[in-house]
């Protein structure tokens, strides 16, 4: 996500607190690897979700959002043939939800592959009340047994605006403390991983301290920097996503 603001503020200086917290899902994505795979297949159009380096928003026809990804995909002809990246598992979603047979990257976030269906429905029967609610970055076994599934925006939204006192959240555990804030009298429990460990927090973003912070801001470094040309091709597709977000009032 820095990359991204540099590349949409390229005369604005962008800090990034510890240069190692990148993301797992944009690591299973190698740029040159992701032109191989897309040159094999020229005829198709390339979307790829925003949680990605700037060397595949560069290979990229179209940026989408995990909030805009359905209506992007839904703004295409039906017979447009198209590659999905980096998600596996939000592509195989958007493909059911918009009766597409788009190609998939085989990419995926750590985080999000990681939550145990048998110890999220053990969890349910002690919590008969709760409303399973899901980022669509989960594998299709905890989609299934979702109440709601949505952008971490939209999980954020529906438990403000739903009746229920009682949430099992299915996604970074980060957005908890946001959704307890909006709703104090609420319960949001996270949905366990499939082992002992506290893995449904993101390692990488985790990496970004308080201190790391202050030292940053104290000294404007580490430093964002990109190449120019790299940054004015990664440029295009969030433009167009923006352009067809504009036309359909995304």
Known sequence: MAETAKILNPQKKVLLPDL???????????????????????????????NC???????????????????IIESLPKDQKIIFAPDRNLGAYLNKKTDRNMLLWNGACMVHEIFSLEKITRLKIRHPNALVIAHPECEAPVLAIADYIGSTTGLLKFSQQSSSTEFIVATETGILHQMQKESPEKVFIPAPPN???ACNDCPHMKLNTLEKLYLCMEYE?????????LRLLARKPIDRMLEISRQYNL
């Open 20 to 50: 190692n917290a990148g993301c797992s899902l944009s690591d299973s994505a190698p740029p040159a690897l992701f032109k191989l795979f897309k040159d094999k297949y020229p005829d198709h159009l390339v979307i790829t979700y925003i």
């Open 221 to 229: 470094l580490p430093e964002i920097t990109m190449d120019e040309n």
């Open 53 to 71: 380096s700037a060397g595949i928003k560069a290979l990229s026809d179209i940026i989408c959002t995990s909030s805009n990804a359905e209506k």
């Open 195 to 197: 082992n002992s460990c």
